[in-house]
């Protein structure tokens, strides 16, 4: 499965940004699927995912910020991030959950203060 992430950005603190995610290929986007994010110098952390069934996770630090959804008519994924904070600056990704093995390009989101 392919997934090419978008939608990133320069925001200010206290703004909001949607990043969509679609999937292409066999299989695409009907499974368990979840952004990551990779700030500098940090490893990268799953911070929400939603399984095939709807059931949906977030990371306690973006819990009551960020929704994630899908469309499965569009093989898309979104993450919608509001209320952003400096600290939520990385590289947004988005895979299966598990993730692949190879990811995608990612989105920057650069959040000023």
């Known amino acids: 499965v392919q997934l090419q992430a978008c939608g990133g950005g320069l925001v200010q603190a206290g703004g909001s940004l949607t990043l969509s995610c679609r999937a292409s290929g066999g299989g695409a986007g009907i499974g368990n699927m979840g952004w990551y994010r990779q700030a500098p110098g940090k490893q990268r952390e799953i911070i929400a995912r939603i399984t095939s069934t709807g059931n949906i996770h977030y990371l306690d630090s973006v819990k009551g910020r960020f929704t994630i959804s899908r469309d499965y008519a569009k093989s898309t994924v979104y993450l919608h991030m509001s209320s952003l904070k400096v600290d939520d600056t990385a590289v947004y990704y988005c895979?299966?959950?598990?993730?692949?093995?190879?990811w995608g390009q990612g989105t920057l989101v650069t959040v000023s203060s």
């Open positions: 895979s299966t959950v598990p993730p692949q093995t190879s």
